[in-house]
């Protein structure tokens, strides 16, 4: 079992549906979870962090995180066809001095207008 | 743009050589980490640099080592290259080795191995 699972995908929805992207992990020490945001040919982008559990949102965009049910999720309300990226869920740990994350597979999404 | 540059953008190799990836980071940080993301799968964790240190490694054999300078670039080295180290690398800069503190990835290196 990985430390963090991601289902890939695809996921294929309309313009303007709300898009909810899901992480499970299995390790209790992780204390900050990311969101990145890949497009094809490009490295990843930050959209989002927390530290420990609760929500957080910024403009169309909300990450919440359960550390009692290890399970983080993001949602895109309104999704735009320039939303369609990969969205990459990562976790970290303090781990000899610094945070080294830990990512998942990466969920491809994809706006159709 | 992030401010981060990776040198070459594509490169193809054969099994058995060695090769070098550069990376510039973004003004301002010193701490550089790298990333090896085989197609269809997330980054995976190289090792990562504070001020010229190695500070953190990854699950990578020795054959996978790293330098960083005063100006704070850097380097990805790999020997006996193996077709299973075809992927994309990505390095990532970031003012400190924090957590709360944002990478900033480069576009990445497309290494093939033949």
């Known amino acids: 079992q990985k430390e963090v699972e991601q289902d890939p995908g695809p996921l294929s929805v309309p313009e303007g549906a709300i898009v909810s992207l899901n992480c499970t992990y299995s390790n209790s020490a992780f204390q900050y979870f990311m969101w990145y945001r890949q497009y094809s040919r490009k490295g990843p982008e930050l959209l989002m962090y927390?530290?420990?559990?609760g929500n957080k949102e910024d403009g169309r965009f909300t990450a919440q995180v359960d550390k009692s049910s290890k399970y983080i999720s993001l949602f895109i309300r309104d999704s735009q066809p320039s939303d369609s990226a990969t969205y990459l869920c990562?976790?970290?740990?303090?781990?000899?001095?610094?945070?080294?994350?830990?990512f998942g597979r990466g969920t491809s999404l994809i706006v159709h207008p | 743009e992030t401010g981060v540059t990776q040198s070459p953008t594509h490169l193809i190799k054969t099994r058995g050589q060695q090769v070098t990836l550069r990376c510039s980071s973004q003004?301002?940080?010193?701490?550089v980490s790298w990333y090896q993301q085989a197609l269809g799968q997330g980054p995976q964790f190289i090792f990562q640099y504070y001020r010229e240190e190695e500070n953190g490694r990854g699950n990578f054999p020795p054959r996978f080592s790293g330098l960083q300078f005063p100006n704070y670039s850097s380097e990805l080295n790999v020997n006996a290259l193996e077709l299973d180290d075809s992927a994309l690398y990505l390095c990532?800069?970031?003012?400190?080795?924090?957590?709360?503190?944002?990478?900033?990835f480069g576009p990445g290196t497309r290494l093939t191995v033949l």
């Open positions: 990532a800069s970031s003012r400190t080795s924090g957590g709360s503190d944002t990478q900033y």
């Open positions: 927390t530290y420990s559990s």
């Open positions: 003004s301002g940080h010193n701490t």
């Open positions: 990562a976790m970290s740990a303090l781990s000899g001095g610094s945070y080294i994350p830990t």
